[in-house]
């Protein structure tokens, strides 16, 4: 039996997808029940939150448990109070963790990277099994750029020169689900990424090639960037928190690629061009409602 936290946002809906297609038992934990309506599939859902977990009987039900919330100021303390409700049922299922990349690294002080590390620190002193996903930048990010790709034909990111090995969600839920149906991940940390490491230069001159019109990459400054996601209503916290995150990619922390992918799915990752293709209507057609502003 499988708990799939996080079910309904980017990566989570298609591990139920992915979850449905290979007959696996799933449950899916919503913060209301009408959430559970758009589910794939008929899965089966129990209604709770990070600081209010599922009783102790319902998360005894578990063999694995899928962890993932919203990055936000509180993750590490919500998710804490989550684990410590499944160490006091007495049940010792096996952690599947969404990460980042680079929250590994003791050094990477990314206070998004820092707080699954805190995280990872809290699975340890309690020795519960668990294995790492850390996928690079989501492709879906991309989407913020929609609008000015749009009107302006322009990417725009504090990014510099910096590569990045960008994932589709895709292919993050197709390793999620394989771990969470098979033996022989305990104690593993997946970096996941695409098949590439590509600067944002390289991005724009491939959404140029896909949709057939010119677009260019604009090197945004830094407190420009930041003070935009301010002023769009991001709270101080995450605004931060993208600054160190670019930071951190401007240095050449995200240019990883791995094998990881395919070594686990058997399927390649997904190219961007394939992406962008699948994403047409996002960048051709009416704006889309982002929850993350554009840079």
Do not use: C
């Not at 989550?82 to 002080?109: M, S, T, W, Y």
């Not at 749009?150 to 990111?157: T, W």
């Not at 910096?162 to 969600?169: E, K, L, P, Q, S």
């Amino acid at each position: 039996m499988i708990l799939v936290t996080g079910a309904t946002g980017r990566v989570g809906h298609r591990l139920m997808e992915a979850l449905a297609d290979a007959h696996a038992e799933a449950t899916a934990m919503v913060r209301v029940e009408a959430r559970a309506a758009d589910l794939p599939g008929t899965p089966r859902y129990t209604v709770a939150t990070f600081d209010d977990p599922p009783p102790a009987q319902t998360l005894r039900e578990f063999d694995r448990v899928f962890l993932l919330s919203p990055a936000q100021e509180e993750q590490a303390e919500l998710e804490t109070v989550f684990i410590d409700a499944i160490a006091a049922a007495g049940h010792r299922p096996h952690i599947v963790k969404l990460a980042a990349d680079g929250f590994q690294d003791p050094d990477n002080e990314v206070r998004f990277m820092r707080s699954h590390r805190q995280v990872a620190a809290h699975l340890d002193a309690l020795d519960l099994p668990v294995t790492y996903l850390a996928p690079s930048l989501y492709m879906e990010n991309l989407l913020a750029a929609t609008d000015t790709i749009r009107k302006e034909g322009v990417v725009r990111a504090p990014a510099g020169r910096g590569r990045v090995g960008f994932v589709a969600a895709r292919d993050v839920a197709a390793v999620a689900a394989r771990v969470l149906t098979s033996p022989g991940h305990d104690g593993e940390i997946y970096v996941l990424t695409g098949p590439e490491a590509l600067r944002y230069t390289d991005v724009a001159h491939r959404v140029s090639a896909v949709f057939a019109r010119e677009v260019g990459y604009e090197n945004q400054p830094p407190k420009r960037a930041r003070d935009l996601l301010v002023a769009a209503g991001m709270a101080h916290w995450e605004a931060d928190g993208y600054a160190e995150l670019f930071e951190w990619v401007r240095a050449g922390g995200a240019a990883t690629v791995t094998q990881t992918v395919r070594e686990v799915t058997g399927q390649d990752p997904q190219p961007i061009e394939d992406w962008l293709g699948d994403a047409r209507a996002s960048f051709t057609g009416p704006p889309p409602d982002q929850p993350t502003p554009v840079f």
